[in-house]
């Protein structure tokens, strides 16, 4: 059974720049959370997708979008890129019933602005 | 605003011993306390987790315990082993949704 899977590992890219970076969620699983993890940091929320809808969202910009596909793969976009824009990123999936508390983390993606 | 302090941010314990750390949530209608092990270059692990309706949970050499009147919650690993060494974050939440995560714990386990 394959895990929350992340794409690119790695990623640099210039100010000003958009990104995209992809996730898929773990088997049996229909809702992603995405977060930031600056370095030395806890991960912050950055918003939860259910149902192709954005169901939460954390305090960032609208700089910040994202998507939700009908098999429930997510991307997270990220127009403008600022220095402060490099982190981690991590994707959570879960799954959105009741009771479905758990949350589990890929490997992350790794963005370096420049 | 909601809030999760977590304490101490280092901790160095020799092989064997017991290592304790706790957290402090501010929302009261968080009802899932789950805690992640990082290690360097990867994702956080779910290592146990503990909802609003217990006080104690254990497994194996991991245990958690919930203070919902003081809003307090704790891990702790006992039997520490160098494979422990690793960050390890407290997060609380309200259900499915979003989790509220502390700044995290850096154990060394001193062999």
């Known amino acids: 059974d394959a895990g929350v899977t992340q794409s690119p590992t790695h990623l640099i890219k210039t100010r000003g720049q958009q990104v995209t970076l992809r996730c898929s969620p773990k088997?049996?699983?229909?809702?992603v959370s995405w977060y930031q993890q600056a370095l030395g940091q806890g991960p912050q929320f950055i918003f939860q997708?259910?149902?192709?809808?954005?169901?939460q969202r954390g305090n960032f910009p609208d700089r910040f979008s994202g998507h939700q596909f009908p098999n429930y793969s997510s991307e997270l976009n990220v127009n403008a890129l600022l220095l402060g824009d490099s982190a981690l990123y991590l994707c959570?999936?879960?799954?959105?019933?009741?009771?479905?508390?758990?949350?589990?983390f890929g490997p992350g993606t790794r963005l370096t602005v420049t | 605003g909601e809030n999760v302090e977590q304490h101490p941010s280092t901790l160095s314990v020799q092989e064997g011993d017991s290592a304790v750390i706790k957290c402090t949530y501010s929302?009261?209608?968080?009802?899932?306390f789950p805690w992640y092990k990082q290690e360097l270059g990867k994702g956080p692990q779910l290592i146990i987790d503990i909802r609003s309706n217990v006080g104690e949970k254990k497994d194996q050499r991991i245990a958690v315990t919930l203070n919902k009147t003081a809003k307090h919650f704790s891990l702790h690993i006992t039997e520490t082993q160098p494979e422990d060494s690793a960050v390890y974050f407290c997060?609380?939440?309200?259900?499915?949704?979003?989790?509220?995560f502390g700044t995290g714990t850096r154990l060394k386990v001193l062999a």
């Open positions: 088997s049996g699983h229909d809702t």
């Open positions: 929302d009261s209608a968080s009802n899932y």
């Open positions: 997060a609380a939440s309200k259900g499915t949704y979003k989790y509220i």
């Open positions: 959570a999936s879960s799954w959105g019933g009741t009771g479905g508390y758990e949350q589990y």
């Open positions: 997708y259910y149902e192709e809808e954005e169901r």
